[in-house]
Nanobody
């Protein structure tokens, strides 16, 4: 059974940076699209980024994080990273990574309930 584990969350001041990690076990991330989602209290789950399989290598960012967040893979470590810079209070929430087994389609085509595996989440709080 596949498992995802997020880490790297914490408390950071506005303008600061964090790098979140999503480590997989039980399956190889190469053939999966990986999405990062944020759940803030009282708000809908929002996608903040995704990266397609290694075959495609495409990435997606909504306008709210474009230019501030980057996403990358380390296949040797079976891990995906979300680098978050210039953080704002609106970035606060629980961040989840999710994996979908799809090798040949862009990750941006899939919404949160189409993903196969989910991590337990890591809290990110941006406050002064």
């Amino acid at each position: 059974q596949g498992q995802l584990v997020e880490s790297g969350g914490g408390l950071v001041q506005p303008g600061g940076s964090l790098r979140l990690s999503c480590a997989a076990s039980g399956f190889t991330l190469d053939y999966y699209a990986i999405g990062w989602f944020r759940q803030a209290p009282g708000k809908e789950r929002a996608r903040v980024s995704c990266i397609s399989s290694t075959t495609l290598g495409t990435t997606y960012f909504p306008e709210s994080v474009k230019g501030r967040f980057t996403i990358s893979r380390d296949n040797a470590r079976n891990t995906v990273y979300l680098q978050m810079n210039s953080l704002k209070p609106d970035d606060t929430g629980v961040y989840y990574c999710a994996a979908k087994a799809v090798a040949y389609y862009d990750c941006s085509a899939y919404v949160w309930d189409e993903y196969d595996y989910w991590g337990q989440g890591t809290q990110v709080t941006v406050a002064s």
